[in-house]
């Protein structure tokens, strides 16, 4: 039996499940036109520029891409302001916590997760037999200070998503410096900001400033949210040049594809996209807030581009119904709120079609009770 000869550890793991395919609606229930509303992907796609980029770079794809990632890497430490061995891209920020977890991790390691976060944190945990410590949200953002009552001798990692998915909330500058003052330097600070490009509270730490003081902190950022190539699998960690160097040790040879390559680079440089996908976000966030509250639905307020919301019934039985009407949302049990969901905002025509729909479900939902 597999069950003999595998890592006893990977049959405690999870395995993650993605926000639903349209194609795998539409095929299962015979619909058209479905849309999706479930994985934070930008409704206006990516960059005009970077699809420009990749089309001219499709006769180089019998060729190995740049392992190194020379001209992005080159690219993002004038934006950012940093040096190019500051910097490690991946698959993916998701293949960035992976190696993290192969650089850093010892079996019996202890790594702080606050609980609902980003479910990749304890899976690279898990995967290298680190144990996972738990810490509630307050009030629907990460509380700080019990994380830093959590950290222990035993504790490598604390992941810190900001803003946090799936509530879209922050912690502010004032709350991390006070947690990073108080923390084992030795102790390594994952502040991941997937959303970093949508948060507008000034509040809002810098994070790039801890790794310009040298602290034992990587930032995380991905080119799958705003800059719409979730298909492409491209991301990056900004950190001090010894902690990258640990991660290019277990780092796979041309682990980021071409096309992905240059694709970033042109999407880094189209700020007019950037910015309209900015407006679009703020104007569908106004226009669904102002419905939720109309409506009396409770919601989280988010620094993201997605919304929690409390539908007051069974999450499951609203995702189907809304499937069944052509819209895909996530259910807010695998967060541990069967009765919130999650939903990205979409654009206007998508927004209002989400609810009307939502409408409809909770009136024949509430019907029923």
């Given at each position: 039996m597999i069950e003999d000869i595998a890592r006893k550890i990977i049959f405690d793991i999870k395995p993650y499940v993605p926000g639903k395919p349209i194609e795998e609606v539409e095929r299962e229930l015979g619909i058209k036109d479905v849309i999706k509303m479930a994985s934070n992907e930008n409704p206006f796609g990516p960059s005009p520029r970077a699809?420009?980029?990749?089309?001219?770079?499709?006769h180089k794809i019998s060729m190995y891409p740049d392992g190194n990632c020379?001209?992005?890497k080159d690219?993002?430490?004038?934006?950012?302001?940093?040096?190019?061995?500051?910097?490690?891209?991946?698959?993916?920020?998701?293949?960035?916590?992976?190696?993290?977890a192969e650089a850093f991790l010892d079996p019996g390691d202890e790594i702080v997760i606050a609980q609902p976060s980003f479910s990749e944190y304890e899976f690279v945990g898990k995967i290298m037999g680190a144990n996972c410590v738990f810490v509630p949200l307050k009030d629907f953002t990460h509380d700080l200070e019990s994380m830093g009552r959590a950290v222990t001798e035993k504790t490598k990692i604390v992941f810190i998503c900001n803003p946090n998915n799936p509530t879209g909330t922050i912690v502010t500058k004032a709350e991390t410096d006070d947690f990073l003052k108080q923390l084992d330097p030795r102790v390594l600070v994952v502040f991941d900001e997937a959303y970093y490009e949508y948060v507008e509270d000034e509040d809002y730490?810098?994070?790039?400033?801890?790794?310009?003081e040298g602290q034992n902190v990587i930032v995380l950022r991905t080119f799958s949210k705003i800059y719409g190539l979730a298909g492409q699998r491209i991301g990056y960690g900004i950190a001090k040049p010894d902690i990258i160097s640990a991660l290019h040790r277990v780092r796979e040879p041309f682990n980021v594809n071409l096309l992905a390559q240059v694709a970033a680079l042109a999407a880094v440089?189209?700020?007019?996209?950037?910015?309209?996908?900015?407006?679009?976000?703020?104007?569908?966030?106004?226009?669904l807030f102002s419905w939720f509250e109309k409506k009396g639905i409770n919601y989280v307020p988010t620094q993201a581009n997605f919304i929690f919301l409390q539908v007051g019934v069974d999450s499951q039985e609203v995702f189907q119904e809304m499937m069944k009407l052509g819209?895909?949302?996530?259910?807010g049990d695998i967060f541990g709120h069967p009765d919130f969901i999650r939903i990205t905002v979409g654009t206007m025509q998508e927004n209002r079609r989400f609810t009307e729909c939502l409408e409809k479900v909770l009136r024949n939902q509430k019907a029923k009770l």
């Open positions: 699809l420009e980029a990749m089309r001219e770079a499709l020379f001209y992005l690219m993002l430490a004038e934006m950012l302001f940093v040096e190019p061995d500051n910097l490690v891209v991946g698959n993916g920020s998701d293949e960035i916590l992976k190696l993290l730490p810098q994070s790039l400033d801890y790794v310009g440089e189209d700020q007019e996209h950037l910015e309209k996908s900015i407006q679009g976000n703020r104007e569908g966030k106004d226009f819209v895909i949302v996530r259910t």
